[in-house]
Nanobody
Framework: QLQLVESGGGLVQPGGSLRLSCAAS????????MGWFRQAPGKERAGVSC????????YYADSVKGRFTISRDNAKNTVYLQMNSLKPEDTAVYYC?????????????????????WGKGTLVTVSS
């Protein structure tokens, strides 16, 4: 019953935009930090952006700063990732994740080692 379901991925041209959504069921996301991670073939899964339970703190990987924005709507039990100015190097499977509730900085929490639940992923392909 506990699930994270991503949507919004697809094929987009360089410079374009996509908005990913992560809908949670079986638990209430307002009590947890949430994050977006991505993985390309042959590469390790890594944090892209994470947000605290209260939305007061955020973290962005250097490669996406200024282009991506993470947000959450706890009333809808949903987390979003707005991706602008997309580049071919952004091509990957994007995963939504819930993060263990512990006292730590959001940067520290935005790690695969801190994840308790994963979504199945959605593929983002940036190509002309």
């Amino acid at each position: 019953q506990l699930q994270l379901v991503e949507s919004g991925g697809g094929l987009v041209q360089p410079g374009g935009s996509l908005r990913l959504s992560c809908a949670a069921s079986g638990f209430t996301v307002e009590y947890y930090a949430m994050g977006w991670f991505r993985q390309a073939p042959g590469k390790e899964r890594a944090g892209v952006s994470c947000i605290s339970s209260s939305a007061g703190s955020t973290y962005y990987a250097d490669s996406v700063k200024g282009r991506f924005t993470i947000s959450r709507d706890n009333a809808k039990n949903t987390v979003y990732l707005q991706m602008n100015s997309l580049k071919p190097e952004d091509t990957a499977v994007y995963y939504c994740a819930s993060i263990r509730r512990v006292f730590a900085t959001i940067q520290t929490l935005c790690s695969t080692r801190r994840v308790d639940y994963w979504g199945k992923g959605t593929l983002v392909t940036v190509s002309s």
